[in-house]
């Protein structure tokens, strides 16, 4: 597990991978700005910073293995053109067994971390027990159906006859986007939007993956779900919940729904007086 960490973070260093993280980044952006709440986590993956756009007054970032073995206090989050920072870890913890009290956490950010866990099934539950009702979940990863999942198995394929070498960090088994879905609705999650990206070619180089830029805005239009990365966001749903409203709209509510009685007889054009001393002799 450690060396499929650190392979994946060197693979996040080279050209495709900068392409794919700058695409991420600019998604958790987006998503994240308008979530509101207290309590935020992002759970692994520090190259990306997907609680920056954030406002949540406390923010976390837990790292597992890869930082107990590698005594990580800080790491260097940017890329590309940005420069670096140094970002300290909150929290050492696996995804499979979070340091929060159940219904705790408004936002967990998880980029590529089902993908690294030991568990994802586990990691999925453990997120539905520590997000309060109404909490979200957002999450990124690799999409096994595309030009880059196609490339990774036809490699897999060559090194099993002795040649080739994969074109993606070797991770072990990527996780589709409809088999997540479909183990988010077991657990009660709404996938309240989801996303594709990255669909230039399976290429190393820089420069060539500048000249396939002009397939992105062709791909998200023309065959949308192939694209090299998904990005979702869901929400946690509990039956029966029942929402409270302010205490100044529900008072204002019976106010409307409340009609004196002189201003019922009135409307029907009685005597108020007569149509009160009418209510009272009636009064059980």
């Not at 790292?63 to 800080?74: D, K, L, R, T």
């Not at 062709?218 to 979702?232: D, Q, R, V």
Request: aromatic fraction near 10%.
């Amino acid at each position: 597990m450690s060396d499929q960490i650190i392979g994946l973070h060197h693979w996040f260093d080279s050209p495709p991978g900068r392409y794919l993280l700058a695409w991420e980044q600019a998604r958790f952006d987006e998503a994240v700005a308008d979530i509101f709440g207290y309590h935020s986590l992002q759970l692994g993956m520090p190259l990306l910073d997907g609680l920056r756009a954030n406002r949540m007054p406390h923010q976390w970032l837990a790292m597992g293995q890869e930082a107990v073995e590698g005594s990580i206090a800080f790491v260097e989050t940017g890329g590309g053109d940005g420069p670096l920072q140094r970002r300290a870890v909150d929290l050492l913890s696996e995804p499979v067994a979070l340091p929060f009290p159940a219904a705790s956490l408004d936002l967990l950010v998880l980029p590529h971390t089902l993908e690294l866990s030991i568990d994802p099934h586990a990691a999925l539950r453990e997120v539905e027990r520590v997000l309060v009702p109404e909490g979200r979940v957002v999450i990124s990863g690799l999409n096994p159906t595309s030009l880059w999942g196609l490339r990774q198995r036809r490699a897999r394929l060559y090194q099993r006859l002795g040649r080739g070498t994969l074109y993606l960090p070797d991770v072990g088994e990527f996780i589709g986007y409809r088999r997540l879905r479909d183990w988010l609705r077991l657990l009660n999650f709404e996938v309240e939007s989801a996303r594709f990206g990255c669909y230039r070619p399976a290429v190393r180089s820089a420069q060539w993956l500048e000249r396939f830029g002009w397939m992105d805005p062709l791909g998200e239009k023309w065959w949308p779900i192939l694209g090299a990365a998904y990005f979702l966001v869901a929400v946690k749903r509990v039956h029966g919940m029942r929402l409270l409203e302010p205490a100044w709209r529900t008072h204002r509510q019976r106010a409307a729904g409340t009609v004196p009685i002189a201003n019922r007889a009135s409307q029907r054009g009685e005597n108020p007086s007569r149509a009160a001393s009418a209510a009272v002799r009636h009064k059980p």
